[in-house]
């Protein structure tokens, strides 16, 4: 079991050191004031579409919540929030399928002849009793 915390806690580390790395690919885009070329405080699809933001140029129609043909603020906060949560989300999981995956490896490599093993065979870790 000793095996398996150890990968948990390897497994968590790895995950903190990846949100890093996903902060930093984050960074590549630009924000909405480079995509405000003419600095009105809002985003018209050209605008974006000149930034190279096809995830945002997709998703234009379900962002501009009020219909006005251009995004806000708040509402390309809004939209790029819930990209991010989404993004967390599909990484969090992969993350712990995988670390499910390792401790199911780590429990299969555990020497579970430990109570089943033949007496006398030698360096038999645990109490012999069965669990
Ligand atoms: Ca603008």
Known sequence: ???????????ALALSGAVV????????????????????GRLTREEV????????LQRFDEADKAGTGYLTRGEY?????RKD????QEWMKEKVQDVQERVGEARNDEPA????GSPGSGNVQGSGQPR
């Open 85 to 88: 949560l989404r993004t967390a």
């Open 113 to 116: 002849a430990a109570g089943a």
């Open 49 to 56: 579409r000149a930034a190279g933001n096809t995830w945002l």
């Open 21 to 40: 790395a996903a902060d930093k690919d984050e960074g590549r885009h630009i924000g909405f004031n480079e995509m405000d070329k003419n600095d009105d």
């Open 77 to 81: 906060l809004a939209v790029m929030g």
């Open 1 to 11: 079991m000793k095996l398996a915390k150890a990968m948990l806690v390897a497994s």
